[in-house]
């Protein structure tokens, strides 16, 4: 994400399921609000990450959902 300056706080940090040695991770990042200001803005985000396993015969599985605010200039 451009120009996002700092992680402010946190609003929740779940963690749903374990990461096994082997997995591979991936985010997918939503913004749920923005709030302008005069040099930038707060925005809320939501980042739900995933794991994939090496084995085929098992599908993504979602291991943390991460709400937090930041800083974008």
Same mark, same amino acid.
């Given at each position: 994400?451009?120009? &996002?300056?700092? *992680?402010?706080? %946190?609003? /929740?940090?779940? !963690?749903? #399921?374990? *990461? !096994?040695?082997?997995?591979? =991770?991936? /985010?997918?990042? !939503?913004?749920? @609000?923005?709030?302008? !200001?005069? $040099?930038?803005?707060?925005?809320? &985000?939501?980042? &739900? *990450?995933? #794991?994939? @396993?090496?084995?085929? @015969?098992?599908? $993504?599985?979602? *291991? &943390?959902? %991460?709400? +937090?605010?930041? =800083?974008? +200039?």
């Amino acid at each position: 994400m451009p120009n &996002l300056a700092t *992680v402010l706080d %946190w609003e /929740s940090c779940d !963690h749903t #399921a374990p *990461v !096994h040695e082997g997995d591979t =991770l991936y /985010s997918e990042l !939503h913004i749920e @609000s923005a709030q302008a !200001h005069a $040099d930038g803005g707060v925005l809320g &985000l939501r980042s &739900l *990450v995933y #794991a994939v @396993s090496d084995s085929a @015969s098992e599908p $993504d599985r979602q *291991v &943390l959902d %991460w709400r +937090f605010s930041a =800083l974008q +200039f």
